[in-house]
């Protein structure tokens, strides 16, 4: 499958993005899909996740309540809207695609297909 990120941009402190993140080439609805992040000198990280139908959910501890994912299969397409952004969420934003057990959809190894990447930068 082919995933093409998009929505990035600079936003202030406290603002919001939708990013999404399209899909093509395979049965979007076979894989469950997640959102990673890469800041600069550091190492790419799980950002949230979901399941095929999207009834289940995974959020690292730094974004929940603020970051919310959704899909929509009958589109080929998944979302992460971000509220109340800090300067600590810029990075380039990645999608994925897999087959992961939820136990281990934090793990970047568990995921086989990635977008290009989309940066979102949140000034102070």
């Known amino acids: 499958v082919q995933l093409q990120a998009s929505g990035g941009g600079l936003v202030q402190a406290g603002g919001s993005l939708r990013l999404s993140c399209a899909a093509s080439g395979d049965t979007f609805s076979s894989y469950r899909v997640a959102w990673f992040r890469q800041a600069p000198g550091k190492e790419r990280e799980f950002v949230a996740g979901?399941?095929?139908?999207?009834?289940?959910?995974q959020y690292r501890d730094s974004v929940k309540g603020r970051f919310t994912i959704s899909r929509d299969n009958a589109k080929d397409e998944v979302y992460l809207q971000m509220n109340s952004l800090k300067p600590e969420d810029t990075a380039v934003y990645y999608c994925?695609?897999?087959?992961?057990?939820?136990?281990?959809?934090?793990?970047?190894?568990?995921?086989?297909?990635w977008g290009q990447g989309t940066l979102v930068t949140v000034s102070s």
């Open positions: 979901a399941s095929n139908n999207g009834g289940s959910r």
């Open positions: 994925a695609a897999g087959r992961a057990v939820f136990s281990a959809w934090t793990e970047r190894s568990s995921w086989y297909y």
